[in-house]
């Protein structure tokens, strides 16, 4: 299974991105998710998407800002991204498995990685 990040770019504090994450083979059965990696910083959680159900999760820092979807026909799992600020800066990575909902936000329980997709956002 591999996971492809794309979308990322260089854009001004307020625009907004749409990460796409492809997937080769089953990967989104079960949880999807996205993270990020800000420079000298720890992998950082961002959003969680539950197939079943398509329930989703959101760390507080983009709550009501980001959107984390799946596109079933092309298999892909996006993340919408509005009103952006530089904090959001740092490289988003999309992340797939059969994870615990419990642990959606432990980058350890995830099986599969993208190499990432950096974003950049100016003041």
């Known amino acids: 299974v591999q996971l492809q990040a794309s979308g990322g770019g260089l854009v001004q504090a307020g625009d907004s991105l749409r990460l796409s994450c492809a997937a080769s083979?089953?990967?989104?059965?079960?949880?999807a998710g996205w993270f990020r990696q800000g420079p000298g910083k720890e992998r950082e959680f961002v959003a969680a998407?539950?197939?079943?159900?398509?329930?989703?999760y959101y760390a507080n820092s983009v709550k009501g800002r980001f959107t984390i979807s799946r596109d079933n026909s092309r298999n892909t799992v996006n993340l919408q991204m509005n009103s952006l600020k530089p904090e959001d800066t740092a490289v988003y990575l999309c992340?797939?498995?059969?994870?615990?909902?419990?642990?959606?936000?432990?980058?350890?329980?995830?099986?599969?990685w993208g190499q990432g997709t950096q974003v950049t956002v100016s003041s």
């Open positions: 998407l539950r197939v079943s159900g398509d329930r989703t």
């Open positions: 992340a797939a498995g059969p994870v615990i909902w419990g642990r959606r936000d432990d980058p350890g329980a995830y099986y599969y």
């Open positions: 083979g089953r990967a989104f059965s079960v949880v």
